[in-house]
Antibody, heavy 120, light 110 residues
Framework: QVQLVESGGGLVKPGGSLRLSCAAS????????MSWIRQAPGKGLEWISY????????KYAESVKGRFTISRDNAKNLLSLQMNSLRAEDTAVYYC?????????????WGQGTLVTVSS | QSVLTQPPSASGTPGQRVTISCSGS????????VNWYQQLPGTAPKLLIY???QRPSGVPDRFSGSKSGTSASLAISGLQSEDEADYYC???????????FGGGTKLTVL
């Protein structure tokens, strides 16, 4: 069965960095787009980045552009998010999700999330 | 503010039919399909409806989706207590060239 397991969250000071990982299993990882989506405490969902299956395309939301970098290692079935220059407003649960690019675009499987807290 | 607009709350009694609306624009819902996600308290979101009206395997047929113009709706019939959750609509934004979500609707089963 499809499994997505995030790790790497924690407490970091403003201006600091953190690297999130998402270990995928149960499907051919290299065939799918992957996204990072976050949810601030008590708030809604915000898509922040996706990467195409072949690593040819990466896209970011304006709120994280220039500070966050998405990457993937198809040999290791691993998705990553490097987060730099973190701000208090980046505090959220970060989910990785598998993207389906057929008949539109949607996220059919989600991980359980990892909490990132940016605070001094 | 979210790109897609949903009512913040909705409610119904067991057995009732409830609908949740989602409003977008020509660059979002007007030219792309709509998806719906259910987030039960304390859990990750789960895909409920994709491509406007398609249900993934395992989703009861009590849940249905529709789209017209730049708006979409999620309908839940035969409301059950376990349907109490947050519901999010989502679509693609041609201007952003990325997916966008609604602000979410908290459904309460009275």
């Amino acid at each position: 069965q499809v499994q997505l397991v995030e790790s790497g969250g924690g407490l970091v000071k403003p201006g600091g960095s953190l690297r999130l990982s998402c270990a995928a299993s149960g499907f051919t990882f290299s065939d799918y787009y992957m996204s990072w989506i976050r949810q601030a405490p008590g708030k809604g969902l915000e898509w922040i980045s996706y990467i195409s299956s072949s690593v040819g395309t990466m896209k970011y939301a304006e709120s994280v552009k220039g500070r966050f970098t998405i990457s993937r290692d198809n040999a290791k079935n691993l998705l990553s998010l490097q987060m730099n220059s973190l701000r208090a407003e980046d505090t959220a649960v970060y989910y990785c999700a598998r993207g389906r690019h057929s008949s539109g675009y949607y996220h059919d499987y989600w991980g359980q999330g990892t909490l990132v807290t940016v605070s001094s | 503010q979210s790109v897609l607009t949903q009512p913040p709350s909705a409610s119904g009694t067991p057995g009732q039919r409830v609908t949740i609306s989602c409003s977008g624009s020509s660059s979002t819902i007007g030219s792309n399909t709509v998806n719906w996600y259910q987030q039960l308290p304390g859990t990750a979101p789960k895909l409920l409806i994709y491509s406007n009206n398609q249900r993934p395997s395992g989703v009861p047929d009590r849940f249905s989706g529709s789209k017209s113009g730049t708006s979409a709706s999620l309908a839940i019939s035969g409301l059950q207590s376990e349907d109490e959750a947050d519901y999010y609509c989502a679509s693609w934004d041609d201007s952003l060239n990325g997916p966008v979500f609604g602000g979410g609707t908290k459904l309460t089963v009275l």
